[in-house]
């Protein structure tokens, strides 16, 4: 029987089997594709002539990925650094005349302009998008937050003028309702929410041992 041979290069003849371009997903993520998908307040059956649901959730989820929070205050004039309150220094204060802004530091916190009347989703709704079904683990959710650089700085002291904050992609952890905090880790090089042992943070980071 020699129909049942394979060629010895068995593997250049599956790349000229090539048809096109495929839709399945290559890059490994610790992100659901769920977690990606906008909420729509539109109904599930359409009449003739309308946008299906599922179209609607594409363009808006294609759209939402093209925004980027630091451009949108860039355009606005607004330095994404200079959000954070920092020690007041009294020896580094310029003069009126070099400087065309206020002379006085910044010192309310984020929170005090924060407004979520308009969120669409509660912070329990976000957490629930690390939910695959079928699974009792909660995997990480993605988002963009405005931290230090200097993680062993930051940690010690927040509000240091050594300091600079940029808009880094993590994946939320976890919420406590108590503070109104949001439980977020970095991403790593590859857009991976891993431990220091290279595994994935599920479950909020707490581990069986508790």
Partial sequence: VTQFKMPEDFISVLDKQAVGPTT??????????????????????????QNP???????????????????????KGIDSNQLMPRHYDPDNIPAIEETKDSIFPIYLPLKVFDNDEYDCRTPEEWIS???EPGSSDRKPVPGKALLPTDDVLGH??????????????????????????????????????RDEEGRPILNGGITPEG
């Fill in 129 to 131: 998008l690390g939910l």
């Fill in 156 to 193: 010690e002291d927040p509000k240091s003028q050594e300091l600079i904050y940029e808009w880094i992609n993590v994946g939320v952890l976890d919420y406590d309702k108590k503070t109104e905090l949001y439980f977020v880790h970095k991403t790593d090089e590859k857009g991976l929410v």
């Fill in 53 to 75: 649901r599922k179209v609607e959730v594409e363009r808006r989820r294609r759209l939402y990925l093209t925004l980027d929070i630091a451009e949108l205050l860039a355009s």
């Fill in 24 to 49: 399945e997903v290559f890059i490994e993520s610790d992100f659901l594709v769920q977690s990606f998908k906008p909420k729509v307040q539109i109904p599930f059956e359409r009449l003739p002539g």
